[in-house]
């Protein structure tokens, strides 16, 4: 099982009806040369990386822009017609006056997998203890959480808010909790190093920014920032494999993380296995 744990299906034309908000999802997103694409074209791309499942990621800017990125009722839509192949993950605007209502009802009516949270466009703290009643009620249904994590390119999104230092009084209050930093922390590798060393719910992913190529940027990743056998020794079960889909093409990057010279055992976790274990379908 193969499993892209990060893709933004802002372009799913299954939720791209309305020009008002498609353009709003562009500006926000900070994408304005994509159009939307249908599901056979999805799936057609996804067989080609051999990729089996892929997470989807909606973001909720309510109390900061007005509305949704992608909705928990779209990511209900698209998973209803194609279970087989997508994960539908929830979100919530902290700042919401109801935001924990909207995170019980994503969690027990829209039967959603997760919660996407993403500091820097929402505009918080993770240590804010504004935050612990939406920890909690993930403890409560064992969901787990893909923060979004170091740079972000979206617009009007400051990466004060998603330095790894912030998310660590997190891991120590719930450590039952399972939660995803994603991106690497990039460009703060070794505080994201930092906080898998001590805290085993502490996962990543590998949809980080590239520069020059895929291929020099992962091995510039693994091989140099790191020593060559840090991640095979120490963050084998920890790593998902990530695209940022549709930033990036999901297919290169993975292609990317086959050409390093991890074993075959520590690829099979990066690839599907750790994302189960995120997900909690693997003890």
Request: proline share 6%.
């Amino acid at each position: 099982m193969i499993i892209d744990a990060h893709v933004h299906p802002i372009y799913f034309d299954t939720i791209c009806e309305d020009d008002s908000v498609l353009k709003f999802r562009s500006e926000q997103f900070g994408i304005y040369k994509q159009s939307p694409y249908s599901y056979e074209e999805i799936i057609a791309e996804m067989i080609y990386g051999k990729i089996d499942r892929s997470i989807l990621l909606p973001l909720d800017l309510t109390t900061q822009s007005g509305g949704c990125i992608v909705s928990n009722e779209e990511i209900k839509k698209i998973i209803d017609r194609h279970p087989d192949s997508f994960i539908g993950f929830a979100s919530v605007d902290p700042y919401r006056k109801d935001a924990v209502e909207v995170l019980e009802n994503a969690f027990a009516n829209l039967k959603l997998s997760g919660l996407k949270l993403n500091p820097s466009k929402q505009r918080f703290y993770p240590d804010d203890k504004l935050l612990w009643p939406i920890y909690e009620k993930c403890r409560e249904y064992d969901k787990p959480i893909m923060f979004h994590a170091g740079l972000s390119w979206e617009p009007n999104a400051l990466a004060k808010y998603a330095n790894p230092i912030h998310y660590e009084q997190v891991a120590v209050e719930f450590p039952e909790l399972r939660m995803c930093l994603a991106h690497f922390a990039w460009p703060w590798v070794r505080e994201m190093m930092m906080l898998m060393i001590k805290y085993p719910n502490v996962y990543t992913d590998t949809s980080m920014l590239y520069m020059d190529s895929f291929n020099d940027f992962m091995e510039r990743i693994f091989m140099k920032e790191m020593e060559p056998q840090t991640l095979e020794r120490n963050f084998a079960k920890q790593v998902m494999f990530g695209s940022n889909t549709p930033r990036f093409r999901a297919f290169k990057l993975k292609k990317a993380i086959e050409n390093l010279p991890f074993s075959e055992k520590v690829k099979t976790n990066i690839f599907g296995g750790n994302a189960l274990a995120f997900l909690g379908e693997e003890k």
